[in-house]
Antibody, heavy 123, light 109 residues
């Protein structure tokens, strides 16, 4: 059974840093792209970042470029999101998600999600 | 930046057909996907590649796409289908960006 378990959320002051972790099990972690998706309180879903199987390619939504870094440790079956220079608008539940590819049309989507971890940026 | 547009809300009575639309300029080139999110829970994939249904998703859920519009149809909506529904697709500009629609609140009462 595929399981994704996020941790590391909490309350942080504006300008501060936080590192989220996602522990994966039930599948061959090193064979999949992985993503972070977030959801601000009462708002919709927002894709945040993707990382390739070997970590050689990473992509970010414009609003977090230069502040957030996605990484992974395939030996530990773990995905990470280092968040620096946090802003109030980064307050959200952050979900770890496994990426599935649609070979034709070059699309990708998220087939499994964790339960999320809440990040609150406030003074 | 690329956007997907959904109606904020749709309301039907139990047993009726609910249709939720999603419009986006890249949909002729990219697949649409649909997620169901119930209150306090993680999203669940209900339709992938425009019209395919994952295992475990009831047959009353179906999807279609034509031109710049994708549609999620729930035939004979049940009270338990009340949830937020999000369409999702990828940018066609080659930048690997994922994009969600703003979400549609489906009320079944």
């Amino acid at each position: 059974e595929v399981q994704l378990v996020e941790s590391g959320g909490g309350l942080v002051q504006p300008g501060g840093s936080l590192r989220l972790s996602c522990a994966a099990s039930g599948f061959t972690f090193s064979s999949y792209w992985m993503s972070w998706v977030r959801q601000a309180p009462g708002k919709g879903l927002e894709w945040v970042a993707n990382i390739k199987q070997d970590g050689s390619e990473k992509y970010y939504v414009d609003s977090v470029k230069g502040r957030f870094t996605i990484s992974r440790d395939n030996a530990k079956n773990s995905l990470y999101l280092q968040m620096n220079s946090l802003r109030a608008e980064d307050t959200a539940v952050y979900y770890c998600a496994r990426v599935a590819s649609s070979s034709s049309k070059g699309s990708y989507y998220f087939d499994y999600w964790g339960q999320g971890t809440l990040v609150t940026v406030s003074s | 930046s690329y956007e997907l547009t959904q109606p904020p809300s749709v309301s039907v009575s139990p047993g009726q057909t609910a249709r939720i639309t999603c419009s986006g300029d890249a949909l002729p080139k990219k697949y649409a996907y649909w997620y169901q999110q119930k209150s306090g829970q993680a999203p669940v994939l209900v339709i992938y590649e425009d019209s395919k249904r994952p295992s475990g998703i009831p047959e009353r859920f179906s999807g279609s796409s034509s031109g710049t519009m994708a549609t999620l149809t729930i035939s004979g909506a049940q009270v338990e289908d009340e949830a937020d529904y999000y369409c999702y697709s990828t940018d066609s500009s080659g930048n690997h960006r994922g994009v969600f629609g703003g979400g549609t609140k489906l009320t079944v009462l």
